[in-house]
């Protein structure tokens, strides 16, 4: 089994940056995609950037220029530098992992709140 876990959420004020966290442990042979997610109130759930383990990035309009994904493959773990918070950017961001043998999983979840 594997599992993924997120760090790093807070309260931010507007313009202000946030770094989360995602390792992944557990029985890992290999990690495809990891990428990051978010789901505000009411909504579903949606991609802001994903990397793949060569590094190749994917950005969702809305986060490009702000947010930056890497990724550290010996600690299998991935990150997301946010910058410029907004407060549209207040959600639950989720990671996730595409892995080899187990297929793609979630972490549990972390708060980002950007308000004065």
């Known amino acids: 089994q594997v599992q993924l876990v997120e760090s790093g959420g807070g309260l931010v004020q507007p313009g202000g940056s946030l770094r989360l966290s995602c390792e992944a442990s557990?029985?890992?042979?290999?990690?495809?995609?990891m990428g990051w997610y978010r789901q505000a109130p009411g909504k579903e759930r949606e991609m802001d950037a994903t990397?793949?383990?060569?590094?190749?990035?994917n950005y969702a309009d809305s986060v490009k220029g702000r947010f930056t994904i890497s990724r550290d493959n010996a600690k299998n773990t991935v990150y997301l530098q946010m910058n410029s918070l907004k407060s549209e950017d207040t959600a639950v961001y989720y990671c996730?992992?595409?892995?080899?043998?187990?297929?793609?999983?979630w972490g549990q979840g972390t708060q980002v709140t950007v308000s004065s």
């Open positions: 996730n992992a595409y892995f080899n043998v187990w297929g793609p999983k």
């Open positions: 557990g029985n890992i042979v290999g990690i495809n995609v």
């Open positions: 990397t793949t383990s060569g590094g190749i990035t």
